[in-house]
């Protein structure tokens, strides 16, 4: 029988992750045609309303029930709108490990909500699912995810070296893949006691996780 995790929805204080519906695809269109995401991710470019409806109606929740790991589309508390995605994948129900990935729209961009998402996430992987591993992985020039595993508590493990395609713009205006390194972060349940720690008394990590559902 295959492991899966639980069909459910995260909160914070400002944020809803849950499962993406039909009424985000307009806006998940437009933030996969945004030119970072097309450089750091290896979405399909130019990014159509097809390719959106596919990902967030089949392949994401696909993702959960095949126990391959679990996507949440990451909403404003009081608007409902699109801040990004936040995903656990290459999930390994033996060690108990995961890898996260995140992509936040242009608009949300600077607002602490990739930290926000993912710690919640985190949190909800060790406390709940008794994970006992979270690991990132950044391209070696992507300097915004890496600033988001180093905010959250990540350790940096070390690089692989030439492997990941990133994408870069050409002169005429184009792409063109390029071959970069990867960093890879880890997480563990101890490392966000000390984030716990880092805010208490604050207003970041203490506030974000009031529950979850």
Known sequence: MTSTFPDISITTDRLVLRPFEAEDIPALTEMMSDELVIAWTSAPHPYSTTDAREWALREAPAERTRGRGIVFAITEFLTDRLVG???????????????????????????????????????????????????????????AAQQVAQKIGCVSEGVLRNAWIARSRTEDGGWTEIRTDLIVWSLLPEDLDEVREQYAGGSGYASAFPDWR
């Open 85 to 143: 995605t936040v995903s656990l994948q290459h999930t390994d129900w033996r060690t108990l490990s995961a890898e996260a990935d995140y992509v936040v729209a242009p608009w949300a961009r600077g607002e602490g909500y990739a930290c926000e998402s993912v710690l919640a996430v985190a949190e909800w992987l060790f406390r709940d699912q008794k994970f006992e591993r979270l690991e990132i992985r950044t391209p070696a020039d992507n300097t």
